[in-house]
């Protein structure tokens, strides 16, 4: 099993973590997120016109699951460490049981899931990113209410 | 520089991209799909394409960023 963080534009650019105006500015953001976040995976960054990001519908915090060949497991449009474990659990048991004198033949399926949200270490994270990025979301937020 | 990377989160909300960008997701790839290539730079400036990854091995991709 391999994991991968990849790297995109910046989803809510501030005074400190910037949006990306060059490849190196995009890379040093990215070794910035290795450095101060702490993230273990390994980080691929995307090419400034976020071409990977792009093929897989351009979400913030997308994970998918593509499986030994290339073939695309599972997907989500938000990441939960938890349920991707336990996909990935349910489909290494499916691969491997055999039923003695069955078979066992593959399906595919969609639901709703829930998350918790945690607004105020969201907001501290929009902080930490700049002023006006909080600024900024809380004027988005203005926005998407019109809307409704 | 591209829309792509947007200065402002409000003007990249305000333009309409974001929605049009979550509305057009679900009909995007699906499970059973072949996967599109993931090419990248890893932080030591080697280039790495996934698909090298994913013909040996299950690989989880998580896209994101600091927030």
């Not at chain 2, 979550?22 to 890893?42: K, M, N, R, S, Y």
């Amino acid at each position: 099993m391999a994991w991968y963080f990849v790297y995109t534009r910046e989803a809510h650019p501030g005074e400190h973590v910037t949006h990306h105006t060059s490849f190196e500015t995009k890379l040093d953001n990215a070794r910035l997120l290795r450095d101060e976040i702490g993230i273990r995976r390994p980080i691929l960054v995307d090419d400034l016109e976020g071409t990977a990001h792009r093929a897989y519908g351009l979400l913030p915090n997308m994970t998918w699951v593509i499986g030994r060949g290339g073939r695309i497991l599972y997907r989500a449009d938000w990441t939960s460490a938890a349920n991707v474990e336990a996909f990935l659990d349910r489909y290494e048991e499916g691969r491997r049981r055999r039923p003695p004198g069955g078979v066992v033949s593959s399906y595919v399926s969609e639901q709703i899931e829930f998350r918790d949200v945690d607004r105020e270490a969201f907001y501290d994270r929009l902080r930490r990113n700049g002023p006006r990025s909080y600024d900024e979301f809380k004027h988005a937020e203005r926005l998407w209410a019109e809307r409704d | 520089m591209s829309a792509y990377n947007y200065e402002t989160f409000d003007g990249y909300v305000a333009s309409g991209d974001e929605q049009r960008e979550f509305a057009a997701w679900p009909d995007l790839l699906h499970a059973g799909d072949a996967a599109p290539e993931i090419a990248g730079t890893v932080l030591d400036g080697d280039q790495l394409a996934l698909s090298s990854v994913w013909q040996r091995r299950t690989t989880v991709v998580e896209f994101g960023s600091f927030t």
